[in-house]
């Protein structure tokens, strides 16, 4: 469905803390041609909140609780294909980066510049153009080039979509059962996943996944 361009463009903003929602809002509803018109505090409701209100743009926090902002862009993607998403974060991380790109989204602003960044990259991305903060395209190309040279995909991770969402819940602390029960799946389905992830990654136990949820960006420490 083509937009109004007489009419400002709708955004959906998700982030886990209502100080920065609250100035984020201020930058986007401060422009006559954007407008918030829902909130979401983790990933799921950012999920939710974009199947309800349809908006035109989804700006999308990385770590928040629950969902990921990279696990809710993945969903995003698939619920809504023409729904433009912008990564706004404090992660000056290629990974992510990488990461962002694959769950469908449009651009990648870092939160240290928003004031600068944030409205140009919601146009960019409103125009379905993509969007990088200043002075990460050079550095990202170089990392990329020698990623390759290696041999390596720059952009794999070593776990699946499905292992990231049960790492993340078990780095939350949930039990099996918890898990089984929000992701839809059984006790013995969520073993198995958490078997493959210490075996995989090389760890031994909860607090060395939860470690390295951390240092991935799923959960804050």
Do not use: W
Not at 81 to 96: A, G, R, S, V
């Amino acid at each position: 469905m083509t937009r109004d361009p007489d009419r400002p463009a709708t955004v959906l903003l998700a982030d886990d803390h209502a100080l920065v929602r609250r100035g984020v809002r201020l930058i986007i509803d401060a422009e006559p041609d954007l407008m918030v018109v829902a909130e979401a505090g983790d990933g799921a409701e950012a999920v939710q909140a974009a199947r309800e209100s349809r908006p035109d743009l989804a700006i999308l926090d990385i770590s928040m609780p629950r969902m990921t902002g990279l696990q809710a862009a993945r969903e995003l993607s698939r619920l809504m294909p023409d729904l433009p998403i912008l990564i706004l974060t404090m992660h000056d991380n290629e990974q992510f980066f990488f990461e962002a790109l694959k769950a469908g989204a449009a651009g990648y602003v870092l939160k240290s510049v928003a004031d600068r960044d944030l409205i140009a990259g919601c146009r960019a991305a409103l125009r379905g153009e993509p969007f990088l903060y200043h002075g990460a395209v050079s550095a990202l190309i170089r990392d990329y080039l020698e990623r390759a040279g290696r041999g390596e995909d720059p952009g794999t991770s070593p776990i699946t979509p499905r292992e990231q969402e049960i790492l993340k819940l078990v780095a939350e602390g949930c039990s099996s059962r918890e898990i089984a029960d929000l992701l839809v799946i059984s006790p013995k389905t969520v073993e198995r996943h958490r078997a493959n992830l210490l075996q995989k990654l090389g760890l031994r136990d909860r607090v060395e996944l939860t470690r390295y949820a951390i240092r991935v960006g799923l959960i804050e420490a």
